[in-house]
């Protein structure tokens, strides 16, 4: 198995993950009885995602604390990140839910950051400037 070493590029995209996802954790937890009627989204939808993004957090910031990056490791957290933004749009179109407009544009756009999110560490892999071990 290869190593990514000195990657900073890929390591800051990580730690923005990881601060990202904790921030819209921590929101969602903590605000879920404000959120609900803001976004139009069950309190308990929106706690269980908040809940659900604690050990991702952990998982991601684990990830960018270790020298070398373990690519394995790296693709795991991208396929996590499609699942979500696809999960995200999945929900939208269920119509198991009924978001407000303000609602249908907060999924969206988490979405389309944490698909970002991927798509930078996918680049952070194949940057030439790292060396691979």
Do not use: C
Not at 25 to 30: E, I, T
Not at 65 to 93: D, Q
């Amino acid at each position: 198995m290869s190593n990514v070493h000195s990657n900073s590029f890929l390591r800051n995209v990580l730690v923005l993950d990881a601060a990202a996802s904790g921030a819209t954790g921590l929101l969602l937890v903590a605000g879920a009885g404000v959120l609900e009627d803001l976004l139009g989204l069950p309190v308990a939808l929106l706690r269980e995602a908040g809940l659900i993004l604690i050990p991702y957090v952990a998982f991601v910031a684990w990830a960018a604390t270790r020298e070398p990056i373990a690519p394995r490791t790296v693709w795991a957290i991208i396929a996590l990140n499609a699942l979500w933004a696809l999960a995200s749009v999945g929900l939208l179109m269920s119509g198991l839910v009924a978001p407000t407009a303000l609602g249908y544009a907060f999924v969206i756009a988490q979405a389309a950051v944490v698909a970002l999110l991927g798509e930078l560490q996918y680049w952070g892999l194949k940057r030439p400037a790292a060396t691979l071990a």
